[in-house]
Antibody, heavy 121, light 112 residues
Framework: QAQLVQSGSEVKKPGTSVKVSCQASGYTFTSYGISWVRQAPGQSLEWLGWISAYNGNRNYAQKFQGRVTMTTDTSTSTAYMELTSLKSDDTAIYYC??????????????WGQGTLVTVSS | QPALTQPPSVSGSPGQSVTISCAGTSRDVGGFNRVSWYQQSPGTAPKLIIYEVSNRPAGVSDRFSASKSGNTASLTISGLQVEDEADYYCSSYTSGSSIIVVFGGGTKLTVL
């Protein structure tokens, strides 16, 4: 059974960066893409972008281009999402998610447990 | 501001059916057969309940069904159960400078 386990909560100051990890198990890591989705308190979901674990191809939401970097480490089956120049409205739970099949950008059947990132001075 | 429009809340009694709409445009819901629905209970990650407009993943109850007409997708939950009380989100591919994913604002289902 596929499983995604994320790193723990973070508290960051405005202007700094955060890097969240997402370790996959129970499936062939390089056969799927990983998306990152966030949810601000009491708000809806927001897609940050996607990365292929096969070749590292990326597609970022336009809103986050220039601030987000997604990477993978195939040796440890881990995906990373780094967000820079943090602002208070980046406070949210950040999820990694894997699709049902292959490299789809959507149809996420497997989710990490979420990582709370709090941005506060 | 979410790109897709959902009603903020719906409610129903056990055993009844409810339908949640998800209104988009020809650039998202109407333009792709890639609408999915997620159920989220408090403090948990979303759970995929519908993919590709109307397909259920293995293990999801057949009380959940969905469809699309034009630019609007719909999720119907029949035979409501107390455990169905949750937030429901739709999502879709959208076209722009690159294909991206958009969400609805979410609908809180209350089972009375």
């Amino acid at each position: 059974q596929a499983q995604l386990v994320q790193s723990g909560s973070e508290v960051k100051k405005p202007g700094t960066s955060v890097k969240v990890s997402c370790q996959a198990s129970g499936y062939t890591f390089t056969s799927y893409g990983i998306s990152w989705v966030r949810q601000a308190p009491g708000q809806s979901l927001e897609w940050l972008g996607w990365i292929s674990a096969y070749n590292g191809n990326r597609n970022y939401a336009q809103k986050f281009q220039g601030r987000v970097t997604m990477t993978t480490d195939t040796s440890t089956s881990t995906a990373y999402m780094e967000l820079t120049s943090l602002k208070s409205d980046d406070t949210a739970i950040y999820y990694c998610a894997r699709p049902l099949w292959g490299y789809a950008y959507i149809d996420w059947a497997y989710w990490g447990q979420g990582t709370l990132v709090t941005v506060s001075s | 501001q979410p790109a897709l429009t959902q009603p903020p809340s719906v409610s129903g009694s056990p055993g009844q059916s409810v339908t949640i709409s998800c209104a988009g445009t020809s650039r998202d819901v109407g333009g792709f057969n890639r609408v999915s629905w997620y159920q989220q209970s408090p403090g948990t990650a979303p759970k995929l309940i519908i993919y590709e407009v109307s397909n259920r993943p293995a293990g999801v109850s057949d009380r959940f069904s969905a469809s699309k007409s034009g630019n609007t997708a719909s999720l119907t939950i029949s035979g409501l159960q107390v455990e169905d009380e949750a937030d429901y989100y739709c999502s879709s591919y959208t076209s722009g400078s690159s294909i991206i994913v958009v969400f609805g604002g979410g609908t809180k289902l209350t089972v009375l």
